[in-house]
């Protein structure tokens, strides 16, 4: 043993890398990053469900005295195919207007070909199901929730209507219309077909981003007067 006695003792943990240790400051900020982001959200959550308090049904509601006009929100399409959530709000509308309830129909989606030509698309499908073109408006720049709301207040003169979306998203589309000054009723739409994952993935867009936005937009379209 006395012959390594002359070799130098070597401290195996100079040759390990040293951790950051996150700082209390930095843990503060996130903290309240957090806390901050969570009560934007729930507020936003708040005066959207506010907003469209009393002015939701199902479609099989519809009120005697409800708007001739319906606003149908685009939504996915695929190959000229309507996919599982703007399928459901088309067949809401062919039913209202079979019934009797509807005379014009806004049809309001991305028209652009990156896009699947949604509008081209939903017209195609309404008039296979028996509403005549006449009664269809296609509005292609309706690019967003908002964009259709401001674009039928603005574009189409509309200043009473119903329009048709899933329930996640009825809320917002309610209160953005209200705020462009359309007196609006809320049809929700089912969506039997949809898959979970993204239902879900909806839900949290919605709550996380969509309605945030919606508050600010909200009150953009509010101060235009």
Not at 5 to 14: I, K, P
């Amino acid at each position: 043993m006395r012959e390594f006695s002359g070799l130098a003792r070597v401290d195996y943990r100079e040759s390990v890398p040293a951790v950051p240790i996150v700082s209390r400051r930095t843990r503060k900020l996130v903290c309240v990053a957090v806390i901050l982001v969570e009560a934007v959200v729930a507020v936003a959550s708040l005066l959207v469900t506010v907003g469209a308090r009393g002015r939701v049904v199902g479609a099989g509601d519809l009120p005697d005295d409800a708007p001739r006009t319906m606003i149908v929100l685009g939504a996915k399409v695929r190959d000229g195919r309507v996919g599982d959530y703007v399928g459901a709000r088309l067949d809401v509308v062919v039913d209202a207007y079979r019934d009797g309830r509807v005379d014009r129909i806004v049809n309001s989606g991305n028209d652009a070909d990156s896009a699947g030509n949604e509008v081209r698309v939903m017209r195609a499908y309404l008039e296979a199901h028996g509403i005549p073109a006449t009664a269809i408006v296609d509005d292609p720049l309706g690019l967003n929730t908002n964009a259709t709301c401001r674009r039928a207040a603005t574009m189409y003169d509309v200043s009473a209507a119903m329009i048709v979306t899933q329930n996640f998203h009825i809320a917002r589309a309610v209160t953005l219309c209200r705020a462009w000054g359309i007196d609006v009723l809320g049809v929700v739409a089912p969506c039997d077909e949809c898959s979970v994952p993204s239902l879900i993935r909806n839900q949290l867009r919605e709550a996380l981003a969509s309605r945030p936005r919606a508050v600010l937009d909200s009150l953009r379209a509010i101060a235009r007067g």
